[in-house]
């Protein structure tokens, strides 16, 4: 009986198994000099592909430029589209203080100084140089210097114009005088948060003051219903001890020009140039080397005072060793 003959292998086999083992190169893959392809594609097909994706990517981008463009011509650069209860800020400013803490302990709501010693309030006197530059140098805000006003009462602003902050009406808290940090009795400024539109409803009746305002405070608009008749549209500004220790180791307390935010200055639509009047008010003869706590309040018929919220009030302690 014959042996079976080994079967020969095909020219398509044999082609086959040499192709299975060549290893794979890639420096080749990278670029084929023999089949004058880069990564697998010639010429012809990279052209392809690269007009695909500049095309699909210039449409896109142009799609996105097209929304962009239409989504900014709803808003007014001056005007925000939102205002007033149909806001988040909604219409019950906020009070600000001035100086602030060192920014390594921003939670901090503390004033802590030696009236003694120039490097240890420097802090204080310098934050407050950066916070007044724009009261100072008109060139600092946007449009201020050609629209300045000399508002007064009887003398509100015209459209377009905004009404001029005089810092010489500041003193003894001055930049010239240490803000009186020096003399271990410092001067902090107050300031009303902006809310576009809103329209203070004042206090201007003696006779018709809530309950909880503080007595000072009436005493002071009796005396200006009395004498200043014009100066009644205001937010009135108190600042207090929160306790009655605090009360007692605050000493007198003293607000310049006046004890409030002028009307005039509202309501805010965001004019160029525009600057937020400010409240300097001088603890005189504060005691010295224990915390004081202290209570700042806006008093006006639509802001309402919450002290989680932080609404219509601020808090600060003073320490001066």
Not at 136 to 144: E, S
Not at 148 to 155: A, P, R, T
Request: glycine residues 6%; contains cysteine; proline residues 8%.
């Amino acid at each position: 009986m014959s042996k079976p003959q080994p079967m020969e292998m095909s020219n398509m086999d044999m082609e086959f198994h040499e192709r299975k083992a060549e290893p794979f190169r890639m420096s080749k893959f990278l670029y084929n000099s023999e089949e004058g392809t880069v990564m697998g594609r010639d010429q012809a097909s990279w052209a392809k592909i690269g007009i695909f994706y500049t095309i699909f990517y210039g449409v896109l981008a142009a799609l996105v430029a097209i929304c962009m463009w239409v989504f900014f011509q709803t808003l007014d650069p001056r005007i925000p589209k939102w205002t007033l209860d149909s806001s988040i800020i909604g219409t019950n400013p906020g009070l600000g203080f001035r100086p602030l803490p060192p920014s390594d302990n921003v939670e901090s709501t503390l004033i802590w100084y030696k009236g003694t010693q120039h490097e240890n309030y420097k802090h204080w006197t310098d934050s407050l140089d950066e916070f007044l530059a724009v009261y100072k140098v008109p060139g600092l805000t946007p449009g201020r210097g050609q629209n300045i006003y000399n508002c007064d009462y009887n003398q509100p602003p015209p459209k377009g114009q905004v009404c001029d902050v005089d810092i010489k009406t500041w003193s003894p808290c001055t930049k010239e005088n240490n803000y009186s940090y020096h003399k271990s009795s410092p001067c902090i400024f107050l300031k009303l948060n902006k809310i576009y539109g809103w329209i203070p409803e004042y206090y201007n009746m003696s006779s018709d003051l809530p309950e909880n305002m503080p007595t000072s405070l009436k005493t002071y608009i009796a005396g200006i219903e009395k004498d200043q008749n014009h100066k009644l549209n205001t937010i009135w500004v108190s600042c207090e001890g929160e306790n009655p220790a605090d009360q007692e180791n605050i000493g007198p307390v003293n607000y310049l020009p006046i004890r409030g935010f002028p009307g005039y200055f509202y309501p805010y639509q965001n004019s160029e140039g525009y600057l937020s009047p400010l409240v300097a008010v001088h603890f005189e003869r504060p005691k010295r080397g224990i915390i004081i706590n202290v209570e700042c309040k806006a008093w006006a018929r639509n802001i309402h005072h919450d002290r989680k919220e932080r609404l219509g009030s601020v808090h600060f302690e003073l320490l001066i060793d």
